[in-house]
């Protein structure tokens, strides 16, 4: 299940996620900065904050996402990406899988599915996804975790291994190294700490990378 995503990413190669820590933001003012740079395509990811309070910032975010036409990803969490009819949701390999986030969300919703190496890869293109992330790409300190970057090579050969299966990066991606992590197979690259420069402004070099 692939159509709603290709669509959605027909004008872009850029992913963003939210990140509270790193930005200084809440969720719902990152979605208004990275949509007036040209981000049409945003995750929200929480993996701190109180349920109550993530669904008021993305509650908020949702409302900023539609009145500027740009798609929203809520991570982890169907129930609050149901509650407020977001676009869609990404889900990690411990969280609900993606037959029961299909089955609560619909047909219409966007679900994407993260994987580590080339097994889950193959996978997971079998399940009721729309895109499938594979990282980390390099290493990076956004995200504690146990799977090692697999490099360009993995990248390219998970590439291989899906075919054209609509394939997302993320992990250690920069304005820097993007490029390369394109030409290796990625369909569209995700930026989270290289995204904001301490202070919360946003990185001008991925301003620029999102009006590619």
């Known amino acids: 299940m692939t159509s709603n995503f290709s669509q959605v990413i027909a004008g872009t190669r850029v992913y963003p996620l939210t990140d509270r820590q790193l930005s200084g933001h809440s969720h719902a003012d990152q979605v208004a900065v990275l949509a007036d740079a040209g981000a049409t395509l ?36 169907v129930d609050i990406a149901l509650a407020l009819q977001a676009d869609g949701v990404h889900l990690g390999q411990e969280d609900l899988p993606p037959e029961a986030a299909r089955r609560i969300l619909g047909p219409n919703a966007i679900i994407g599915c993260s994987t580590h190496n080339i097994p889950q890869a193959r996978m997971a293109i079998d399940l009721p996804v729309d895109y499938i992330a594979i990282g980390p790409i390099f290493a990076t300190l956004t995200k504690v975790s146990t799977n090692p970057a697999i490099g360009l090579p993995g990248l390219a050969n998970v590439r291989e291994a899906i075919g054209e299966f609509p394939l997302v990066a993320i992990g250690g991606i920069t304005a820097g190294n993007a490029l390369q992590v394109l030409a290796a197979g990625a369909t569209v690259v995700s930026f989270i700490s290289d995204a904001w420069y301490p202070g919360g402004q946003l990185n001008p070099k991925i301003s620029q990378f999102l009006t590619l």
């Open 42 to 77: 945003i995750q929200l990811r929480e993996k701190l904050a109180q349920p109550a309070d993530f669904y008021e910032d993305a509650k908020a975010a949702v409302e900023i996402a539609r009145a500027r036409g740009v798609t929203l990803i809520i991570n982890d969490r």
